[in-house]
Every structure is written in structure tokens, then in C-alpha cells.
């Protein structure tokens, strides 16, 4: 009976100190977000594209223009001229084969007529295609030489001559920036029997 007592008394003490017991809810989205932990941060590398620079294709043709002082020998059918000078506008086209060989065409015009003992004389029309090795002689300096066939027509008094064969020669450039050269000449466009025409031009070239 003494026992019973005891235990009816003890039971609520049991409870109060016990009380309910329920299952305990864990939020595991607090937990990974909590307000105790640092955001992730994600780092993403940014790789640049690899851009690569294009340069121009250089061409291998040229370009040029020169003024000439020609000295003309030619003997019409009632005139001998010596050491007469008209002035002719050549005109040039090349292409470079290789860095030391190229290939020329050249045209011309008579600009200016002169006269010797009174006969005029006076260049109508010049052509001629060339081989033209040529050689750095400095970084800025280019030593060329001039072997081809020309076609060329003098005129004296009122009397045309025409004169074709070899034509051969020498350049000088000077390079005045990636694209312009100056260019001094001397070329015999012509020689046969009693004529000859002989050209020293000064002028520019244009390489593209």
C-alpha cells in the first residue's frame, strides 16, 4: 500500500518534467541558407576571344610616273639632228616575280618639243617591256637594272622615225615610305644606224 502511495504521487512529477515529447522538424533549406553562413559566390572566368589581327595581303604590282630628258640623234630625208632634247611623260606598270626580280612595261608621250640649228624635234610615242633584276644596296636604297625591247618614234621636223630593237638601262629608288619610292633613270630606248634616243627620267613609284 506504501508502494501504490509513492507511485501515484511520482507520475505527475514524471510528466511535468518530461511533458510532451514530439518530433523535432529540421529545415535543412535554413540550414544550407542560414543567416550564419556566407553566400556562396561563384566565380565565373571570363576567356576573352582570341582574336586574331589580320594584315593586308601586299601586292606585287607598281605603279609609276616620270618626266624625261631625251637626247635625240636622228637623220630624216633632208635633216640631220644632233643632241636635240624634247621632254617626254613615261608612264610604268610592274609586276615583282620574286624580292629581286621584276617585270616592266612602259609608255610615253612627248611633252615638249626642241629645237637644234632649226629643226625641231619631238617624241610621239615610246614602249618597251623590261626584265628588271634589281638589288638592296641599303635599307632605304634599291639599285635596278633594265633589259627588254622598245618601240619608239621621234619626229623631226615633219618627218616621223620609227626605231625598234633592244632597250636596256639602269634605276635608282629610293624608298620615301612602305609605298612611294623615288625613281632616277637613264634608259636607251633606241638605237639604230644613225639614230639614237636616250632617256633620263626622274619621278615616283607606287607599290600597292
Given amino acids: 500500500m506504501k508502494h501504490i502511495f509513492y507511485s501515484l504521487l511520482l507520475l505527475p512529477l514524471l510528466g511535468y518534467a518530461g511533458g510532451d515529447i514530439q518530433p523535432v522538424e529540421v529545415n535543412y533549406d535554413q540550414v544550407i541558407q542560414g543567416e550564419n553562413l556566407e553566400e556562396a559566390k561563384v566565380i565565373t572566368e571570363v576567356v576573352p576571344e582570341r582574336t586574331e589581327k589580320v594584315l593586308p595581303v601586299a601586292s606585287n604590282y607598281y605603279i609609276g610616273l616620270s618626266t624625261a630628258s631625251t637626247t635625240v640623234n636622228g637623220q630624216s630625208s633632208t635633216t640631220v639632228l644632233k643632241n636635240g632634247h624634247p621632254l617626254a611623260l613615261v608612264g610604268k606598270l610592274g ?114
Fill in 95 to 208: 609586276y615583282n616575280l620574286t624580292d629581286n626580280i621584276a617585270i616592266e612595261g612602259r609608255a610615253g608621250v612627248g611633252i615638249k618639243k626642241d629645237t637644234v640649228d632649226f629643226a625641231s624635234s619631238e617624241i610621239e610615242s615610246l614602249a618597251g617591256v623590261y626584265l628588271k633584276p634589281n638589288i638592296n644596296v641599303t635599307e632605304n636604297i634599291n639599285l635596278s637594272a633594265l633589259l627588254g625591247y622598245a618601240n619608239i618614234k621621234q619626229k623631226i621636223d615633219n618627218e616621223t622615225l620609227s626605231t625598234n630593237g633592244v632597250s636596256f638601262g639602269a634605276e635608282v629608288d629610293y624608298k620615301l615610305t612602305d609605298a612611294w619610292t623615288l625613281a632616277a633613270d637613264a634608259v636607251r630606248y633606241g638605237n639604230k644606224n644613225s639614230e639614237r634616243v636616250d632617256a633620263y627620267s626622274l619621278g615616283l613609284n607606287y607599290n600597292f
